[in-house]
């Protein structure tokens, strides 16, 4: 059975940081390409970032190159979203990703 599950989302104040963890069951998970996305609130959900197998290839939307920073460690199933500079703008909930595969998300709220 496919499992995603999310952690490590939380308040915090604009320009701060957070690391958001997935880890991924039940699928051949360093074979495959893993991806972050958001949904804002009043907005559809947005791709965020994607990471080949082998975490050589990263692709990031515009909105959050050179602040977030996707990874992967393969021996322990997991995805990693550090996300530096945080802005107002970031707050949504995010979600891991595999093909149709959803994990429950986990919020983030950038708040003075």
């Known amino acids: 059975q496919v499992q995603l599950v999310e952690s490590g989302g939380g308040l915090v104040q604009p320009g701060g940081s957070l690391r958001l963890s997935c880890a991924g069951y039940?699928?051949?998970?360093?074979?495959?390409?893993m991806n972050w996305f958001r949904r804002a609130p009043g907005k559809e959900r947005e791709w965020v970032a994607t990471?080949?197998?082998?975490?050589?290839?990263?692709n990031y939307v515009d909105s959050v190159k050179g602040r977030f920073t996707i990874a992967r460690d393969n021996t322990k199933k997991m995805v990693y979203l550090q996300m530096n500079g945080l802005e107002r703008e970031d707050t949504a909930v995010y979600y891991c990703?595999?093909?149709?595969?959803w994990g429950q998300g986990t919020q983030v709220t950038v708040s003075s």
């Open positions: 990471i080949g197998f082998d975490g050589r290839e990263t």
């Open positions: 039940g699928f051949p998970f360093s074979l495959t390409d």
């Open positions: 990703n595999w093909h149709d595969y």
